[in-house]
């Protein structure tokens, strides 16, 4: 355990060694954005040295501009050649990873679209919404943050509307954690008691501005 480091200083520090340098000596005249979002425990800090057993490796997303994504293929077989499959204590039997991408493509990919309207943002999942946003971006000469702040949370309408709809749902339901230990369901008491204190917590993120990490509360004790 005492040699690892979490994910996304693993990434940033292997990108700004390997992959930076070999993208300006190659291409010195491109513009790019890179960095690291969408999936992963590493995205959000909770990953430990279990998560390298699956899906894992210093690697990042490198954006182009749609212009610039002819290049895609020279770029992968330039990292495949030239990016080592070692590093510090990590080590690999295949090359590490440089997925490359458009941002739009990453949005269209993952939640479909840039969301215009109130029923459009009602339409995407949460967590979906959490790894867009989450996460770190090394470099960014073609303002993908831009989009990312653009995304980074509900819109007030939408925010009032999540937070009424948690609370109608808590009110429909905290009369049965006593009605159901009144004829013995203890077990059916517990099971309704935990789902409110899960919509209790997910008004606390709604509340702060965050969007939920649905998927890692559980296993993390949230």
């Known amino acids: 355990m005492e040699k690892y480091i979490k994910g996304l200083d693993l990434c940033e520090a292997f990108f700004n060694e390997f992959t930076l340098p070999i993208i300006k000596q190659h291409y010195p005249d491109l513009k790019?954005?890179?960095?690291?979002?969408?999936?992963?425990?590493?995205?959000?800090?909770?990953?430990?040295i279990v998560s390298t057993d699956h899906d894992w490796s210093p690697g990042?997303?490198?954006?182009?501009?749609?212009?610039?994504?002819?290049?895609?293929?020279e770029l992968t077989d330039l990292f495949n050649r030239t990016l080592p499959t070692s590093y510090g204590w990590?080590?690999?039997?295949?090359?590490?990873?440089?997925?490359?991408?458009?941002?739009?493509?990453?949005?269209?990919?993952?939640?479909?679209?840039?969301?215009?309207?109130?029923?459009?943002?009602?339409?995407?999942?949460?967590?979906?919404?959490?790894?867009?946003?989450?996460?770190?971006?090394?470099?960014?000469?073609?303002?993908i943050e831009e989009t990312r702040r653009k995304l980074s949370f509900y819109p007030q309408d939408v925010k009032l509307y999540l937070i009424a709809?948690?609370?109608?749902?808590?009110?429909?339901?905290?009369?049965?954690?006593?009605?159901?230990?009144?004829?013995g369901d203890e077990i059916g008491s517990r099971i309704i008691c935990a789902r409110i204190a899960e919509r209790l917590m997910r008004l606390?993120?709604?509340?702060?501005?965050?969007?939920?990490?649905?998927?890692?509360m559980v296993r993390h004790g949230f």
Not at 32 to 48: C, K, N, R
Not at 60 to 73: N, P, T, W
Request: net charge negative.
């Open 32 to 48: 790019f954005s890179a960095g690291v979002i969408t999936a992963g425990s590493q995205i959000l800090g909770y990953d430990d």
């Open 90 to 143: 990590f080590e690999s039997e295949v090359a590490i990873q440089i997925w490359i991408s458009t941002i739009d493509e990453v949005i269209e990919g993952y939640i479909g679209k840039i969301p215009e309207n109130d029923l459009d943002w009602l339409t995407i999942s949460e967590h979906r919404l959490l790894g867009l946003t989450a996460g770190r971006i090394f470099i960014d000469m073609l303002n």
């Open 204 to 216: 606390c993120f709604l509340y702060k501005n965050k969007y939920a990490p649905i998927q890692q």
């Open 60 to 73: 990042c997303i490198l954006f182009l501009a749609e212009s610039d994504l002819y290049l895609k293929d």
């Open 165 to 183: 709809s948690q609370w109608s749902i808590i009110s429909e339901e905290q009369a049965f954690v006593k009605r159901t230990s009144d004829v």
